[in-house]
C-alpha cells in the first residue's frame, strides 16, 4: 500500500491525510508543504514513504516508481476561493505570500490584482495543482501554451488519479477509499473549518472568471465522469 494526495488547499486534503494515517500509524508518512522540501531529498528516500500528502501537485508523481495509489480532492472552484481569501486573512498560521494582499485588502480588490502572490494562490490552482504545480515557475514554463491546450493537459492528467473526490462529498470518497484498501469505514475527520464567513460584497464578473474559468471546467468535467462513483 502506497498513496499519495495532491492537497489542492481549502479542499479537505487536511482532513482525509488525518484519516489516512490514522488507519495505518505504522505507515511512514509524509506531508510536503513546499517544493524545497521535495528538492532536498533523493528519490530513494521519496519512494520509502508510505503515504505522502504533497501540495506542489502531481508533479511529484515523476519521481514515484511503482504503483502508487493516486487521490486527489476538487471543490467548487468559486467557494475554494472564498475559502482560501477568508484563511489568509483570518488564519495565522497560514504563511502565504498572498496574505499581505489578502489582509489589506478587501475580497472585489484582492481579486482585480494581478500580482504573482495572488495568481499562485487564487488563478485556476485547481487545474494547475492537478497539471503538475500552481507555483510561478511552473506555469511560466507552459507560458506559451493557450487556456485550452492546459485545459486538456490538465484534464489528462486528473485521468490517471485512481480516485477523484470533491469537498461537497468527502466523505463518500472516504467509504470509496477504505472498501478499495479493505479497511473498515471509519469516521472522517473535520480538522479544518470549511464553511467560513464569506465576504459580503460582490468581486467583478471579469475576475471571478480571470482566476476560475478553467477550474470551472475541470471540476464540471470531473463532476460527470466521478460524481455519481459509489
Same mark, same amino acid.
Given at each position: 500500500?502506497?498513496?499519495?494526495?495532491?492537497?489542492?488547499?481549502?479542499?479537505?486534503?487536511?482532513?482525509?491525510?488525518?484519516?489516512?494515517?490514522?488507519?495505518?500509524?505504522?505507515?511512514?508518512?509524509?506531508?510536503?508543504?513546499?517544493?524545497?522540501?521535495?528538492?532536498?531529498?533523493?528519490?530513494?528516500?521519496?519512494?520509502?514513504?508510505?503515504?505522502?500528502?504533497?501540495?506542489?501537485?502531481?508533479?511529484?508523481?515523476?519521481?514515484?516508481?511503482?504503483?502508487?495509489?493516486?487521490?486527489?480532492?476538487?471543490?467548487?472552484?468559486?467557494?475554494?476561493?472564498?475559502?482560501?481569501?477568508?484563511?489568509?486573512?483570518?488564519?495565522?498560521?497560514?504563511?502565504?505570500?498572498?496574505?499581505?494582499?489578502?489582509?489589506?485588502?478587501?475580497?472585489?480588490?484582492?481579486?482585480?490584482?494581478?500580482?504573482?502572490?495572488?495568481?499562485?494562490?487564487?488563478?485556476?490552482?485547481?487545474?494547475?495543482?492537478?497539471?503538475?504545480?500552481?507555483?510561478?515557475?511552473?506555469?511560466?514554463?507552459?507560458?506559451?501554451?493557450?487556456?485550452?491546450?492546459?485545459?486538456?493537459?490538465?484534464?489528462?492528467?486528473? =485521468?490517471?488519479? &485512481?480516485?477523484?473526490?470533491? @469537498?461537497?462529498?468527502?466523505? %463518500? /470518497?472516504? #467509504? +470509496?477509499?477504505?472498501?478499495?484498501?479493505?479497511?473498515?469505514?471509519?469516521?472522517?475527520?473535520?480538522?479544518?473549518?470549511?464553511?467560513?464567513?464569506?465576504?459580503?460584497?460582490?468581486? =467583478?464578473?471579469? &475576475?471571478?472568471?480571470?482566476? @476560475?474559468?478553467?477550474?470551472? %471546467? /475541470?471540476? #464540471? +468535467?470531473?463532476?460527470?465522469?466521478?460524481?455519481?462513483?459509489?
Amino acid at each position: 500500500m502506497r498513496i499519495v494526495l495532491t492537497h489542492i488547499p481549502r479542499t479537505g486534503g487536511t482532513s482525509l491525510f488525518r484519516a489516512l494515517r490514522d488507519q495505518v500509524p505504522e505507515a511512514n508518512a509524509i506531508e510536503f508543504q513546499y517544493m524545497g522540501q521535495v528538492a532536498t531529498i533523493s528519490d530513494k528516500e521519496l519512494n520509502r514513504y508510505e503515504i505522502i500528502s504533497t501540495y506542489i501537485g502531481s508533479r511529484i508523481f515523476d519521481r514515484l516508481d511503482g504503483s502508487w495509489t493516486k487521490i486527489v480532492i476538487l471543490r467548487d472552484p468559486i467557494t475554494r476561493l472564498k475559502s482560501s481569501y477568508w484563511n489568509l486573512r483570518n488564519n495565522s498560521e497560514c504563511i502565504s505570500f498572498a496574505t499581505p494582499f489578502a489582509k489589506s485588502r478587501s475580497f472585489a480588490a484582492y481579486l482585480a490584482s494581478r500580482e504573482q502572490p495572488v495568481i499562485v494562490q487564487a488563478t485556476n490552482v485547481q487545474v494547475w495543482s492537478v497539471l503538475g504545480e500552481k507555483g510561478i515557475f511552473f506555469r511560466r514554463k507552459h507560458a506559451h501554451l493557450g487556456d485550452n491546450e492546459i485545459f486538456k493537459l490538465s484534464l489528462d492528467r486528473l =485521468a490517471t488519479y &485512481d480516485f477523484v473526490g470533491f @469537498t461537497e462529498h468527502l466523505d %463518500e /470518497l472516504w #467509504r +470509496r477509499v477504505c472498501e478499495y484498501l479493505r479497511w473498515p469505514v471509519t469516521q472522517l475527520p473535520r480538522l479544518r473549518r470549511s464553511s467560513v464567513p464569506y465576504p459580503g460584497e460582490e468581486a =467583478a464578473p471579469e &475576475d471571478v472568471s480571470f482566476h @476560475t474559468s478553467l477550474d470551472c %471546467e /475541470l471540476v #464540471r +468535467r470531473a463532476l460527470i465522469v466521478h460524481g455519481t462513483e459509489g
